[in-house]
């Protein structure tokens, strides 16, 4: 049974850091793409940052040189590493693996507050 577990979520001041990971359990991890997408209140789900593979990073423009997007095979996990946050940041952050166009499993997802 494929399982994504996200964590780190949490309530942080306008301009600062946080970091959020996800580990993936229950399905082959190295092969596939991992995705970061958030779904702010009343507003549909988007894409956030995604990272191949091959360690091919592709961001939203709206977080491009705030966000950095990584992972490790070994362990099976991606983390999200945020700063300079902002209110309209705020949202719930889910991970899923799958191909580069979609997402076949996703997380439970972790709520991100940023207060101004």
């Known amino acids: 049974q494929v399982r994504l577990v996200e964590s780190g979520g949490g309530l942080v001041q306008a301009g600062g850091s946080l970091r959020i990971s996800c580990a993936v359990s229950g399905s082959s991890f190295s092969n596939l793409t991992v995705g970061w997408y958030r779904q702010p209140p009343g507003k549909q789900r988007e894409l956030v940052a995604k990272?191949?593979?091959?360690?091919?990073?592709v961001y939203a423009d709206s977080v491009k040189g705030r966000f950095t997007i990584s992972r490790d095979n070994a362990k099976k996990t991606s983390d999200l590493q945020m700063s300079n946050l902002r209110p309209e940041d705020t949202a719930v952050y889910y991970c899923?693996?799958?191909?580069?166009?979609?997402?076949?499993?996703w997380g439970q997802g972790t709520q991100v507050t940023v207060s101004a």
């Open positions: 990272i191949t593979s091959g360690g091919g990073t």
């Open positions: 899923g693996i799958g191909s580069f166009y979609s997402m076949t499993s």
